[in-house]
């Protein structure tokens, strides 16, 4: 029964502490007019002394004094009334078990004038603190865009209110609502009426001259959402969001804000929880060591990795920037767990072996690698001594000292490549699968697309663009790609190293494609811009080793389901322990020549791989 005294609190005390004398007087009062004598004299003091007592212990309990009441609705006006009525019955066994009388009629009296006299002075407060809200900032010149609210639900309402109340971090002005609930059509929300459903929300933008679409409907499911913000982003309107605030406690509320829409929420993933249960037993109380933990991959693993508490986290990369930056933010959320930075490249074996022993890890996450396409084009040998031999040494290494699981991040670009970089994290698979026959510890690759928002991806390339006005730049009009969030692939990747039994290839559903350009238009429409008015888009054409349709199975290649929904082993059939010896030899002699014999080399030892002309 925590409670803050503030002088609001004190006020609404002092009131209900009046109020129960007057609700007592009035009820014994209108008892005589009807004949019937009640009070004694000398006991009326002491009977609502006892009231008093026991509505403020009651109103305590029901927390009537920590409600924001500037938000005050049904729900809290529900809760006054089964707290006045509990406190008048608690009042009346009180009086009747130290034998003081009361006609029954007093108590049903007095307890309705309490629900009138508490629960109208909470909205009165909340109408005062309205207005005083309304004429503090009448001095000022806001711009409320005028605004169409998608949901009229309880977020929809909560929003529309505080719009109302000219709330700083619900900035709009509400005029319309929409509701895929065919019963709410005609009804008002706060005076804002809801005048249509979700297949409307472009005529009734034209209709009302709307500025800003604020969608209020955290809870719908990832297809109705899909089709809303599909709608919505066909306007010219600023778009917003908000999240459930079912899921928020009740001193959060009033710290909730709207944010922008972003390239995640078009997309309509269903969000991915990592499975703690699954993971837990092979993290948990372990030693983690994740190679290019800096990244935006690597650094998303640690982090969610640190929710099953494992013992250490070693976070081994080339940039100390970011590696650092990393532990720094990692400690200040889980101090009570170990984490490590350790400087180095993977194709340094002789440092890496420095940290296998100093650390001696249960479980190593492989996400070091060079990942950018063209540049590797420009680069082969490069990416074949980082990305093959590098996966090889840490691969060696692990198998030397016990590990007792290794995951590999691999690529959809490992599928039919047609770049170095594919070629190259398919040959990484090869290695994984090659010791995976032989070793005690546990090797497996997970295979997936791009990952929004990562470094290097298209999402951080176009913002910028259009920060500077344009052009935003595509390929091709009708590239595709697979996408997911970065906190989605580290939870999958998580999971699938707790289904690794040795020798898998994991692939991770990806859901549909998406068109490069889609993305390029609807990330200049929530920037507020108009596409080839205020921002043009430009086709440059295919890249070097730049493929128009990403995969993710070879030919040869089918998938088993696993125990879960998004995660599966492909089919493959594996390379003999003997020929990738071989191609590693080949690939290693390969890069002490020059790029035309690394081409060469890769080409060979990659059989699915198919050079671009213009590599």
């Known amino acids: 029964m925590d409670i803050q005294l503030t002088r609001r609190t004190a006020l609404l005390i002092l009131w209900d502490i009046a109020a ?47 409600n924001l009441w500037e938000y005050a609705s049904i729900d809290e006006a529900l809760r006054i009334a089964l707290a006045v009525g509990l406190a008048t019955l608690f009042t009346a066994v009180f009086l009747w078990a130290i034998g003081e009388w009361l006609p029954i009629r007093i108590y049903f ?22 207005k005083r809200h309304e004429f503090g900032e009448a001095r000022q010149v806001i711009k409320r865009p005028r605004t169409l609210i998608v949901g009229a639900g309880e977020t929809g309402s909560m929003a529309i209110s505080r719009m109302s109340n000219k709330d700083p971090n619900m900035n709009g002005l509400p005029v319309v609502a929409v509701d895929d609930n065919l019963s709410k059509l005609g009804m008002r929300i706060h005076g804002v009426p809801v005048a249509g459903t979700s297949d409307d929300i472009e005529e009734l933008v034209d209709k009302y001259d709307i500025e800003q679409i604020v969608v209020a409907i955290p809870s719908a499911g990832v297809e109705q959402r899909k089709l809303i913000y599909a709608r919505c982003v066909q306007t010219d309107c600023m778009l917003r969001t908000l999240p459930n605030i079912r899921e928020l406690r009740l001193d959060e509320i009033n710290d909730v804000t709207l944010r922008e829409v972003d390239v995640a929420d078009l997309l309509g993933r269903e969000e991915v929880v990592l499975n703690t249960r699954m993971v837990c037993g092979y993290i948990s109380g372990k030693t983690i060591l994740v190679t290019g933990g800096g990244g935006s991959i690597g650094s998303e693993l640690c982090r969610q990795m640190c929710a099953v508490a494992p013992k250490r986290i070693i976070v081994f990369d080339m940039y100390e920037n970011d590696a650092y930056l990393l532990r720094n933010d990692l400690l200040k959320m889980y101090d009570d767990i170990d984490v490590q930075v350790e400087i180095g490249s993977v194709c340094d074996i002789d440092r890496l072996g420095d940290v296998f022993k100093k650390y001696r890890p249960n479980v190593v996450f492989h996400a070091a690698a060079h990942k950018h396409v063209p540049l590797m084009e420009m680069c082969p040998r490069e990416a074949i001594r980082n990305n093959v031999f590098g996966t090889l040494n840490v691969v060696t290494l692990s198998n030397e000292f016990g590990v007792d699981r290794f995951i590999f991040i691999s690529t959809d670009k490992a599928v039919n490549p047609t770049s170095v970089m594919g070629a190259t994290k398919r040959m990484g698979e090869m290695i994984i699968q090659h010791y995976a026959q032989e070793s005690k510890t546990v090797f497996a690759a997970v295979r997936f697309g791009n990952v929004l928002g990562s470094n290097g991806s298209v999402i951080p390339i176009f913002k910028k663009q259009i920060a500077e006005g344009g052009p935003v730049t595509v390929t091709h009009p ?73 995969e993710l199975l070879m030919d040869e290649e089918n998938t088993l389901p696993t125990r879960m929904r998004s995660i599966m082993i492909s089919t493959g059939k594996s390379v003999g322990f003997e020929e990738v010896e071989a191609k590693l030899a080949m690939l290693s002699a390969a890069i002490e020549q020059d790029d035309a014999h690394a081409f060469e080399a890769l080409a060979q030892a990659v059989p699915t791989y198919t050079q671009t002309p213009n590599a």
């Not at 004694?40 to 009231?51: C, L, N, S, V």
């Not at 494609?513 to 888009?537: C, H, Q």
Request: glycine share 8%.
């Open 109 to 130: 009296v007095s307890m309705f004038l309490m629900v009138f006299f508490v629960g109208g002075s909470r909205f009165v407060f909340r109408f005062v603190s309205s």
């Open 478 to 550: 009708d590239i595709e790609r697979f996408f997911m969030t970065i906190p989605e692939a580290s939870r999958l990747v998580i999971q699938a190293g707790g289904l690794a039994e040795g020798g898998e290839i994991f692939i991770l559903d990806m859901g549909e494609p998406v068109k490069i350009v889609d993305l390029a238009r609807s990330l200049i429409t929530l920037s507020g811009l108009r596409v080839n008015e205020d921002i043009k888009i430009e086709f440059t054409g295919l890249r070097p080793g730049e493929k128009m349709y990403e």
């Open 20 to 66: 129960t004398f007057l609700a007592y007087f009035l009820a014994s009062w209108l008892t005589d007019m009807l004949g019937e004598e009640v009070f004694i004299t000398h006991e009326i003091y002491f009977i609502i002394g006892a009231a008093v007592v026991v509505n403020l212990l009651t109103f305590v309990l029901f927390k009537l004094y920590n």
